[in-house]
Structure formats: C-alpha cells, structure tokens
Nanobody, 123 residues
Framework: QVQLVDSGGGLVQAGGSVRLSCAAS????????MGWFRQAPGKEREFVAS????????YYGDSVKGRFTISRDNAKNTVYLQMNSLKPEDTAVYYC????????????????WGQGTQVTVSS
C-alpha cells in the first residue's frame, strides 16, 4: 500500500516556475515507477512525466518536453516535478501517481494517486 500527498501548487505568472512535490508513505516506494498527470477543466487527465524506480529513465508528454523535469529521492520517499517556462495552458490540477510497471504513461498503469494540487498560470 502506498499513500501519496501532493503539494507545491499555486498561482504563478506566465514564464515563471513552480516545483511540485509528492510525498509517499510505505516502505516499498522505491519499487514503484512514479509519474505526474494533469487535468484541466472539461478535459481528460493527461500524462505529464514519469520516472522509473532508479531514476535513470524518464518520459515526458510532448507539451512539456524541455520545460518540465521529474526527479525522485528514494531516501526521502519523494518525487518532484520542476516546472519552468510555464504557460497559461499548463493550468490544471496536477496528480502524482505510482505504478508497478516499468513504464507509467497512461492512467491505467497507475495503482495509486495523490489528491491533486492546483497550478494556475496567469497570462
């Protein structure tokens, strides 16, 4: 069992930066592939980024490549999402997720979800 708590969202101007954190409970955190998804009003939840258990393999959604960076600290049971050069279209609720597979790029591959944290980017 893994419990995830997302934090770090807020209101930021376009071009600014925000770092999200996801704190996990449970002794098996390091065995999970971790990821971030986001959901804007009226839209489907979409993949943002994921990182494997070692931190050596990462994937990004096309809309965030080159601007967002995912990382993890297994000693702290925490995964991060550094978001730079933010755009108004990045506005969404961001959810941390954990999955048991090698990859985590779709909702079906996640076993656990955080409660979500709102990021609002003003123009």
């Amino acid at each position: 069992q893994v419990q995830l708590v997302d934090s770090g969202g807020g209101l930021v101007q376009a071009g600014g930066s925000v770092r999200l954190s996801c704190a996990a409970s449970g002794r098996t955190f390091s065995r999970y592939t971790m990821g971030w998804f986001r959901q804007a009003p009226g839209k489907e939840r979409e993949f943002v980024a994921s990182i494997n258990w070692t931190g050596g393999t990462t994937y990004y959604g096309d809309s965030v490549k080159g601007r967002f960076t995912i990382s993890r600290d297994n000693a702290k049971n925490t995964v991060y999402l550094q978001m730079n050069s933010l755009k108004p279209e990045d506005t969404a609720v961001y959810y941390c997720a954990a999955g048991p597979y090698v990859q985590l790029r779709s909702r079906n591959e996640a076993d656990y979800w955080g409660q979500g944290t709102q990021v609002t980017v003003s123009s």
